[in-house]
């Protein structure tokens, strides 16, 4: 896989025209509720940051687990969404690169912090102030946490063996085979689903890391990996071992950033730097070099 940081200095910003996709059911708005919470505590030298066109984009309200920086949950096992570097300690990806870009556009750092997907919900505002880890937007989880606005669109896939010639026209084709998904992510529920209401007979495979399934794949443990498309777009990118034979395009997802309930000032100063981003072209370039497609 192709493994770049982007230099925030020498890269203009972002297209937004990814709008709508998700890792772990699409939803249209964000939940803009908050109830009462105590902050895990509040930035104290409250300012506004100054984005690369000289537009202030308020930050004074906005609470931060540590001053002046974005502290950031992600699950550092999805590319090429998250990764590590070559070094084995520097995480790459597109998160990586978008969540930085915003970080720079509110005049933080960045601190991405290692947290396994099972648990990354659940440290939002303790451990640290936003997850962004191809998090698809849900109503359930609009419940407990905010969302930014969207930032990519995506859709459930099979990927088989680039030698398989078996024909997958929807996930019905998928009856008596062995399929692997990374455990509680999107696949993962829609694929349990399909099993207990006995749509279909499939066994299920349910890894710690996605790169586990596409190894079980190659090595012929299981018959066919279902995972976000976005994903198989980078391991088809980086790779020829595999081949994608179904999208189900009528169900898109869409990923967002996950915020504490408790700071709406923090979602409304990434919106405002993401919509910025958009304009500027920077996710559009991003997206093209990570996933090496057209964002749909």
Known sequence: MKKKVLSLVCMAVLAFGLVGCGNKDAASDTKTETPEVTPASVATDSSVADDASGEAIDISGVKLISDGVLSVGADVAYPPFEDFAEDGTTPIGFDVDIITAVADKLGLKVNIINTAWDGIFAGIGVNYDVACSAITITPERQETMLFSTPYINNYQSVVLRADDDTEIASFNDLEGKTIAVQKETTSDILMSDYKSTGTINVQIVANEKITSCFTQLLNGEVDAVVVDSTVADGFLNSSDDYKIVYKDTAEAEQFGIAISVDNPE??????????????????????DYWFGTVAE
Not at 266 to 287: F, V
């Open 266 to 287: 923090l979602q409304k100063a990434i919106n405002e730097a993401l919509a910025e981003l958009e304009a500027e072209g920077y996710i559009q370039e991003t997206y």
